[in-house]
Nanobody, 123 residues
Framework: QVQLVESGGGLVQPGGSLRLSCVASGNIFSIYAWGWYRQAPGKQRELVAALTGAGSRNYGDSVKGRVTISRDNAKNTVYLQMNSLKPEDTAVYYC?????????????????WGQGTQVTVSS
């Protein structure tokens, strides 16, 4: 089992910056990819940023150029640096960890999720 705890969310003015943190604990050795997703009211959860164990990165189109995902392996912490924030960035941001070899509910592979941290960007 893997536990993910996000922090760093809050209220920020447009154009401001935030750095979200995700601290992972438990059996993290089999995790292949880490990521940040967000979900706004009435919207589906969408990818913000992802980082594989090999070091490749992927960003959602809506945030590309404004966010950076990074990881501190020694601290088992994944970060999401967000700059030039817009009101459209308002959402609950979730940390994600993917285990490709885990089986939960009949599905091969499993995504662990944190509880989420609220990011609100005022107009």
């Amino acid at each position: 089992q893997v536990q993910l705890v996000e922090s760093g969310g809050g209220l920020v003015q447009p154009g401001g910056s935030l750095r979200l943190s995700c601290v992972a604990s438990g059996n993290i050795f089999s995790i292949y990819a880490w990521g940040w997703y967000r979900q706004a009211p009435g919207k589906q959860r969408e990818l913000v940023a992802a980082l594989t164990g090999a070091g490749s990165r992927n960003y959602g189109d809506s945030v590309k150029g404004r966010v950076t995902i990074s990881r501190d392996n020694a601290k088992n912490t994944v970060y999401l640096q967000m700059n030039s924030l817009k009101p459209e960035d308002t959402a609950v941001y979730y940390c994600n960890a993917y285990d490709p070899n885990s089986d939960h509910g009949g599905a091969t592979g499993y995504d662990y999720w944190g509880q989420g941290t609220q990011v609100t960007v005022s107009s």
